[in-house]
């Protein structure tokens, strides 16, 4: 990715550059993950498309893209030369400890210094933390902001109804999973099993099966 420093662009111009250095990125290498400044507000960037332009309109691109502190979606849409401000997050490998109704705290497992992250900018990967679990929490100067969470968990289902071979494996049936949310799973799933599910919709992904589970 080609990134710009803004004060090489203001020593060449024979301006005096400010004391600190200025991330930028070109609009049409933007990235999944990469983290905009935008008005002050941080947003993460989800997926990014390039859309040639017809005739006279020149092309653009489309992002989609999340609010750090907020977890609320945009899609903004630039020109493909378009600066945009990069921000870098520091990451630190935490433990989830517990969530309340407003937040989930984590603890550094070296220091034992306990911080608390906002559940809307969590988002749907609340659902899925559990205790003990390894997450690397996300820093924004020195603020505890996010969490680095996979698209896809497996989970293990805790009760569902019997598996009816006769239907086809395209017909669903509802099932709790032992975290308790609920979702729909084909025929064939039994209680008991492990699922694949994506973390953003919490819909049913595959089964995984026995010799391919993670440990």
Known sequence: ????????ELRQSGRQAPAFEVLMVI???????????ISNDLFKVIESQYHLGQGKMPGSVHAKLRHVLKGTLKELRFRPEERLEETQLQKQDMEYLYSDADSAT?????TYDQVSI???AIGAATTF???EMKVPVEF?????VSIVFPEIVEVKIQTTAQPVHQQQDNTYKSATLDNGLELMVPQFIKSGETIR???????????????????
């Open 1 to 8: 990715m080609l990134r710009l420093l803004v004060s090489d």
């Open 140 to 144: 924004y100067e020195g603020q505890p």
């Open 106 to 110: 984590f603890m550094n497992p070296r």
């Open 27 to 37: 609009a049409s290498q933007l990235r999944p993950g990469t983290v905009l400044k």
């Open 118 to 120: 906002r559940l809307e």
């Open 129 to 131: 933390l559990q205790p």
């Open 197 to 215: 599910v994506e973390v953003a919709s919490g819909k049913y992904v595959d089964r995984v099966r026995a010799d391919s589970k993670r440990f």
